[in-house]
């Protein structure tokens, strides 16, 4: 059964502090997506990584894929509030479907 | 361009009632999707159509029908609604695999 897993669930960390997000997946896609939910809000697209090595950087977040250990990391520098919101990786179920996986979601709260 | 639009924002039905919700994209985009978001959990796919034509079943497929009725617009029609059914309705576009999806801002369903 395909699965993506992501953890922590929840997480509550202070501003300023450096924390990584961990997604897992047992699929062998080589293409993962990373997306913000503010609550009662829809998804928005922050990162697709298409490839082995990849790395892309937004501001305080950095996310980075390792398709051989099938892992991305979701990297968080100098939280600031802002940054509270949920937080889900997605993989293709299979390359070339279309078909998209979403893991579990992780909750991030920074506290001031 | 207005994205991914979804009608209607909210819904209440009783048990048994049926009801169809749209969805238009007009980014050009070939596959669509919908999902559903229940409180606290990720995203579970229902259906999704690759391309104008074509529909196929996601993880959770059981009592939804789909329509692709042209390329900009994927519908998703309840039968006969069961409270089980009560969630978020998303709808999402994308232009090819291997780009970031976007969504709509969602459809808050409840049955009763």
């Known amino acids: 059964e395909l699965k993506v897993e992501q953890n922590p669930l929840f997480l509550s960390m202070q501003e300023g502090k450096n924390y990584t997000i961990y997604c897992n997946y047992s699929?062998?896609?080589?293409?993962l997506y990373w997306y913000r939910q503010d609550p009662g809000k829809s998804l928005e697209s922050l990162f697709v990584?298409?490839?082995?090595?990849a790395v892309k950087q937004e501001g305080r977040l950095m996310a980075s894929l390792d398709t051989k250990a099938r892992l991305s990391t979701l990297h968080i520098t100098a939280a600031v509030h802002d940054l509270s919101a949920t937080y889900f990786c997605?993989?293709?179920?299979?390359?070339?479907?279309?078909?998209?996986?979403f893991g579990t979601g992780t909750r991030l709260k920074v506290l001031a | 361009n207005a994205g991914v639009t979804q009608t209607p924002k909210f819904q209440v039905l009783k048990t048994g009632q049926s009801m169809t919700l749209q969805c238009a994209q007009d980014?050009?985009?070939?596959?669509m999707y919908w999902y559903r978001q229940d409180p606290g959990m990720g995203l579970r796919l229902i259906y999704y159509s690759a391309s104008e034509g074509t529909t196929d079943k996601g993880e959770v497929p059981n009592g939804y029908n789909v329509s692709r009725l042209n390329k900009r617009e994927f519908s998703l029609r309840l039968e006969s609604a069961a409270p089980s059914q009560t969630s978020v309705y998303f709808c999402?576009?994308?232009?090819?695999?291997?780009?970031?999806?976007?969504f709509g801002p969602g459809t808050r369903l409840t049955v009763l």
């Open positions: 980014m050009n985009h070939n596959s």
């Open positions: 990584l298409l490839s082995n090595g």
């Open positions: 999402a576009s994308r232009v090819s695999g291997g780009a970031g999806e976007f």
């Open positions: 997605a993989v293709d179920a299979i390359t070339g479907t279309y078909k998209y996986i």
């Open positions: 699929t062998t896609s080589d293409r």
